[in-house]
C-alpha cells in the first residue's frame, strides 16, 4: 500500500490529492477539481491533476490549457471495438493501449481519485433506439467498459482510494446491463459503488438544469468513511450570468460570441415564440394567405441612431464605436457661432412676402443666404379646375384649349356595338330565371349565354381548395397537385402518431428561455432549432450592426417596408418581441460560461485575450462545451471526496454530517463478500 499522505507533511500544510481523468474531453471537469480545497478541522487538501486520457488531439489541448497539465492523445479501443466503430481495420501504427499506457499518461504517478466522463452518445436520448444497438454504438459502450478496466487493473497492487463515473441520465435504463458489469467490476476490486442521479446545476449552483448519472465507488479496505453528497444550491438565472458578457458581436468576446446569421423566416419564428415556451406557441398564431393576420412586421431605426442629448443632461456610456449611426452621440449645444461662410447665418433663409432682402451676392443658392421667399400665390389646389374631369352625356362641354389631357372625357352612354350585335350581349341570365333563346353563339359577346351561378366551384375544379375532414375528395386525376384541384385535406388531428418519446414533440425545438431563469442542460449539439437554445434577452442595444425589426400589433391601414429581407435570406438582426426582448440563440461563449467554463468577471478587459477553444468551428466547440462536467459541479464534488480522504488519512472511520451518504451502508455491506454474485448477497 502507498504511504500515508500525512507522513512527512508539517503541521498547518495542506495535504495533495491527486487526480486523474479518463476519457477526458476538454479538461471542464478537471479544472473544477483543481479549484476543490477541502478542509476537515485544521486539516485542509489541495488538489493537482496528473493527466487526462481522450483520442481527441484538439480536446487533449484544451486540456492542457484548462488545466496546465498536458494530456494524452490515447485510444482505448481494442481491436475488435475500433473495427466495429470504424468500419475498417486500424492503421499499421495503432496499437491497443494497456495498463503501461495509463501509468504513462498519468505521469507515473498513481491518483487518489480517476474521474471517468465516458462516450455517451449510445444512450443519448438524441439518438434512436434502434440505432444504439447498432455495431458502432456497441463498440463506444464497450470502450466504457474497457477504460474502467485498464484503470482498475492499473492500480491492482495499490488502488485508487476513490471512482467517480459521469454519464448521461439514460444509461440507468438503456444502458442497464453495461452499468451492471461495471458495477460487478468495481465491486470485484474491493469497491463500494453507489448510483445516482445528480442534478450538477444544484450541485455547482449554475444557471442551467442539468441532470447527469453519477457512479461513486469508494476503496472500502483504504476509505472506510462514508461519502457524503454534496449540499445543494439554488439554480441561478441565466441573466445572473450572461448579464455580465458584452453584448453579442462584441470583439471583447471573440469568435466564439457571434450570433450565427440565420433565415428571416427562423428570426420571425423566434420573436414570436412566447419566452418560456418552444415552438408550440406559433400554433397560437392566425396565419391567412400565408401572412400574419394581427401583426405587423416593420424595421426601426437603430437603438439611438442619430440619437441627440440634450445640454443639460448626462450622456449615455461613451463607446469605441461613438458615431452618430451608432447611438446618441450628438449634442443640442446652445452655444451657436455660425459660420463666416453662412454670412449673417441664415442659410436657408426664408423672405417673408411683404419684407425686403437683402444684399444679391454673387452666390445666391438656398443653403447661402435668405434667398427664398415665403409666395402666397401658391395657385389654387390644382393646376387647372377641371383636370381629369368628365363630362356627362346630356351637359356642355368645357372650353376647347390646346391641352389634350385636362377636362376632354365624355360619359357616352352608347355600347356602339354595331347594327347587328345582340342585344342581350354579355348579358347574365339569373338562376331562378328562364334562358334566352340558344342560338349558335361562341361566346358571351354574342348573347345571353352567361348564367349567374350560385353553386360554389365543385371539388374537382377547386383550385388550391382543401377538403373538409368529413368531406369526400374529389376526383383524383393524372395532375392531382395542390395547383390542380381539391387535393389538400383539414386535419384536426394537430399532433399525428405522436406521442410518449417523441423527440419534437418534447425536445423544445426553437425554445425561448427567459432571462430570470435557469436554462435547460447545454448539450453537445445545442442549436436553436432542437432544444431551448435561445434566450429572451431585455438588453435594448443589439449587437453592432444588426439591423434593428420591432414586431407590432397591426391596427387599422399600415404598409409594409419596400425592402424587407426574404424568407430564407440569411442575415443576423434583432427583432424586439411582443414581450420587449430579443430573442435570440445562445452564442457559443455564452453556453461556455453557463457550463461554468470561466467565469465573466475574470475576462471581457481590454487588455485581456478572449476566452476561446482549440479550432475555428462553431460545432467542435459546442460539441467540446456540451460534453463537458460543469467546473463548478466538478468543484462541488472534489470538496466532498477530498473531505472524505482527508477523514481517511487521519484514521477517522465516522464523521457526523446532515448531508445524505452517498455509498450507502446497505451497499458496503453487500460488497465485502466480493467473490459472491451480486444475485447471491441477498440470500
Known sequence: MTQNPFFGVSAGMPVEIRHGHLFCGIGAGAKGFNRARPSVGTMTGVFRCVGGIDVDPQAIADFGRMTGVPGTVLDLFDRDQYIDFHGREPGADWREAGTAEIHRAFGWERPHIVFLSAPCKGFSGLLSESKSKTAKYQALNRCT???????????KDDPVELYLFENVPRISTRGRPLVDRIMRLFRAYGYAVAETTHDCGEIGGLAQSRKRFLMVARHMEKVPPFLYQPTKKPLRAVGDVLGRMPMPGDALGGPMHRIPSLQWKTWVRLAFVQAGSDWRSLNKLMVEDGQLR????????????????RWAEPMGTVTSRGLPNNGNFAIADPRFDPSAKWLDGQALGVRRWEESTGAIAGQQGPLQGAYSVADPRH???????????????????QAVTSAHGTGQAVADPRMNWGDGAHQAKLHLTKWDEPHQAVTGARGPYSGAVSVADPRQPGQSFGKYAVTGYDAPAGTVISGSTTGQGAFAVADPRPNMQRGRGDHYLTGGHYGVVPWDRSSYSVAASACLDNGHWSLADPRPNGIPGAPDISVGVKLGESHAPQTMPTADEKLVCRIESLDGTWHRPFTTLELAALQSLFDPDDWFHPESEYFTLEGNSDQRWREGIGNAVPSDAATAIAEVMGETLLLAWA????????????VQPLAIA??????????????
Open 294 to 309: 394581427d401583426y405587423l412586421i416593420m424595421p426601426t431605426v437603430h437603438s439611438g441612431l442619430l440619437g441627440v442629448n
Open 145 to 155: 467498459e474497457r477504460g474502467v478496466w485498464l484503470s482498475l487493473e492499473a492500480y
Open 670 to 683: 453487500i460488497s465485502v463478500r466480493q467473490g459472491w454474485e451480486w444475485s447471491n448477497t441477498s440470500k
Open 379 to 397: 395657385g389654387g389646389p390644382a393646376k387647372h379646375s377641371n383636370e381629369f374631369r368628365i363630362i356627362p352625356w346630356n351637359r356642355a362641354a
Open 651 to 662: 484514521g477517522e472511520t465516522f464523521q457526523l454530517s446532515m448531508k445524505p451518504i452517498w
